[in-house]
Structures are given as C-alpha cells and as structure tokens.
C-alpha cells in the first residue's frame, strides 16, 4: 500500500452527524433506462430536473443524484435507452440553481477516466457548490465502454481501486504523488483546492463480495444496488466485518436503497412491491433498514407526472423525514 493510500484510508470523511438519518433521490429525466422510467419523463427537460431538485432541496432531502454513462451500445439501447445526462455538467448546473443540498454521483465510472481528470472536476465542482459533493463510485458493467475508454473489461475492478486512491489523493494534496500502474504521477499540481476537507467523501458503490470489500477497504461511505431486505442484511454485516478486518472498525456510513414508496392512501392501482399509507406506517418500513446501520436512504416514488413527484417529495420530506431516527 502506497503512504497516499494509508493516509486516505486512516482518516474516512464523514458528513452525516453522529445519530441522524438521512435521505436522497436519484433524479428522473436525466438517466432513462427502462427500469424506472416514468412516461412524463420523456417529454421533459431541464426546466422539470430543476424542479425536482429544488423541491428535494425545500423538502430536507440530503442529496439529489446523478448516474453516469457515456455511450450505450446499440444492443442495450432498448432497455437502458441513449438518454444519460453527463454527470460532472448535470452537477455543475445544479449547484447553479440550488443553494443546500448535496450533489452525489450516483455513481460515477471512475475506472474510465484519468483520477487527475477526475479530481479536477470534482474539485471545481466542490468549490462551486460551497463543499457539497458526495463522489459515489462504481465498477461499471457496458463491456462497450470499456473498450472505448479502458481498461479491460476484466481488469475493471483493479482500475477502480487504483482510481478511488489516485482521486483521494489529488483531492487532498495539491501535488499528490500516484503510484500506478495505470496512471503514475508526480509534481503535478492543480487548483481550485475543494471546499471540504481534507477532501470531498467517496462513498462505493455495489452489492458484490469485491464490491463490499471495496467500500470496507477504501470507502467513506457505501452504496447497495440491492432492494431485498434479506439481501442487505447478510451484506451489511459482510461490510462491516470487512470494515472491521480491514480498517480496524472504522466508521462508514452505510446506505440502504430503500425500494418504492407511496405517501398516503393511493387513488390508483401502483406498481408492484411499492408500500403506500400514512408516514407512521412508511417509517416503520424504513427502520428496519436504520435498525441494520443505515444512516442514508435512497428514496422512489412512482409518478404519473412532475406535479405528483414532487407532491410526494414534499410529504415525504415533510410528514415522514422527521420520524426517522436512530
């Protein structure tokens, strides 16, 4: 282990208070996939995300997120669509309109980019939000992408750890010294410095045993690709037992995908596996996942339109955000 890494790994960033439970949204209109695209989503644009994001912001939600993709092969475009804002842009133009809420990469295919690149953006991007950015890390799974961008589809895993502690590093010291293989450098320097020291978190995404270890090794924080409660279980305490081998049990903040939610009595029928009623009976849904560790949660709400999104946002924020504890 380089001293960079050492260094990075000693001292996790944390931005969630001790105790408190948090809550986000990954936004609509800028990724639509066929998974969980909404119709009114496809005739919308940048007046409806900021929209979203505003009333994610007045509603107390702690963070809107951004997926990121660059090129969708022809053979996946069917089910994920060519639709994938550019992540860094889709960030800096909310940092623009907002003024509180933070600004997550959700999450952001590090492997594919130069961790200087990288930790220049995130960097700028910091400074424009006055210290807002969460930086959500994953593996990436389009073998395309890989081909364009590199690595190697297989060695995808090893350039992302590479890239989490180059990043770290930059985004800690003026001129950090990479180690390599795939990106050695020395006395380059670059400003803007972030905002938030001694750097901006990176929370890991992924479900996967290296994935888990991945976040346990490296991460400040953890974000799950999986609903099943009985799935997160088992992961959670993997991760922690990594955590615990590995960092010596220091503190992670570990986040839940929380599934589909409904606030209030519907009056139409609603997607499949959403759990609806009044704000008592969707906070106790959601201890369960506190009860595990948890400490930030991702939220979805089935909508017919921008107004009913953000209606839901709102009741969420206001009517079940406040019985949420630990």
Same mark, same amino acid.
């Given at each position: 282990?380089?001293?960079?890494?050492q260094q990075t790994r000693a001292a996790p960033v944390q931005i969630i208070p001790d105790g408190k439970v948090v809550f986000?949204?990954?936004?609509?209109?800028?990724?639509?996939?066929?998974?969980?695209?909404?119709?009114? @989503?496809?005739?919308?644009?940048?007046? @409806?995300?900021?929209?979203?994001?505003?009333?994610?912001?007045?509603?107390?939600?702690?963070?809107?997120?951004?997926?990121?993709?660059?090129?969708?092969?022809?053979?996946?475009?069917?089910?994920?669509?060519?639709?994938?804002?550019?992540?860094?842009?889709?960030?800096?133009?909310?940092?623009?309109?907002?003024?509180?809420?933070?600004?997550?990469?959700?999450?952001?295919?590090?492997?594919?980019?130069?961790?200087?690149?990288?930790?220049?953006?995130?960097?700028?991007?910091?400074?424009?939000?006055? #210290?807002?950015?969460?930086?959500?890390?994953?593996?990436?799974?389009?073998?395309?992408?890989?081909?364009?961008?590199?690595?190697?589809?297989?060695?995808?895993?090893?350039?992302?750890?590479?890239?989490?502690?180059?990043?770290?590093?930059?985004?800690?010291? @003026?001129?950090?010294?990479?180690?390599?293989?795939?990106?050695?450098?020395?006395?380059?320097?670059?400003?803007?410095?972030?905002?938030?020291?001694?750097?901006?978190?990176?929370?890991?995404?992924?479900?996967?045993?290296?994935?888990?270890?991945?976040?346990?090794?490296?991460?400040?924080?953890?974000?799950?690709?999986?609903?099943?409660?009985?799935?997160?279980?088992?992961?959670?305490?993997?991760?922690?037992?990594?955590?615990?081998?590995?960092?010596? #049990?220091?503190?992670?903040?570990?986040?839940?995908?929380? #599934?589909?939610?409904?606030?209030?009595?519907?009056?139409?029928?609603?997607?499949?596996?959403?759990?609806?009623?009044?704000?008592?009976?969707?906070?106790?849904?959601?201890?369960?996942?506190?009860?595990?560790?948890?400490?930030?949660?991702?939220?979805?709400?089935?909508?017919?339109?921008?107004?009913?999104?953000?209606?839901?946002?709102?009741?969420?924020?206001?009517?079940?955000?406040?019985?949420?504890?630990?």
């Amino acid at each position: 282990m380089t001293e960079d890494a050492q260094q990075t790994r000693a001292a996790p960033v944390q931005i969630i208070p001790d105790g408190k439970v948090v809550f986000g949204i990954q936004l609509p209109i800028q990724s639509q996939s066929t998974i969980y695209v909404e119709d009114w @989503e496809l005739d919308s644009g940048p007046a @409806e995300l900021a929209k979203v994001a505003r009333q994610a912001e007045d509603s107390g939600f702690f963070y809107v997120a951004v997926c990121d993709h660059t090129a969708i092969p022809r053979r996946l475009a069917g089910a994920m669509s060519t639709t994938w804002y550019d992540t860094i842009a889709t960030l800096g133009w909310l940092a623009g309109i907002t003024t509180r809420i933070r600004l997550m990469s959700h999450v952001y295919i590090a492997a594919q980019r130069h961790p200087l690149r990288a930790a220049k953006e995130f960097s700028t991007l910091d400074v424009l939000s006055g #210290g807002r950015v969460i930086i959500g890390v994953g593996a990436g799974h389009v073998n395309e992408e890989f081909d364009l961008f590199g690595p190697p589809f297989d060695e995808r895993g090893g350039g992302l750890d590479e890239a989490i502690d180059a990043m770290a590093a930059a985004l800690r010291d @003026e001129y950090p010294t990479l180690a390599g293989p795939r990106w050695p450098a020395t006395d380059l320097g670059a400003t803007p410095r972030p905002v938030q020291q001694p750097r901006p978190p990176i929370w890991v995404g992924g479900s996967s045993r290296a994935a888990l270890r991945r976040a346990a090794q490296r991460g400040d924080g953890w974000l799950p690709q999986t609903v099943r409660r009985s799935d997160m279980r088992d992961q959670v305490a993997q991760l922690k037992e990594l955590r615990h081998d590995l960092r010596g #049990g220091a503190p992670i903040e570990i986040g839940g995908l929380a #599934g589909v939610f409904h606030v209030g009595e519907p009056d139409r029928e609603l997607p499949r596996g959403t759990v609806s009623g009044s704000p008592e009976r969707i906070a106790e849904n959601l201890a369960e996942l506190i009860e595990m560790g948890v400490s930030h949660i991702q939220m979805r709400f089935p909508s017919r339109s921008l107004e009913e999104l953000c209606d839901q946002i709102a009741a969420f924020g206001e009517q079940v955000g406040p019985l949420l504890s630990r």
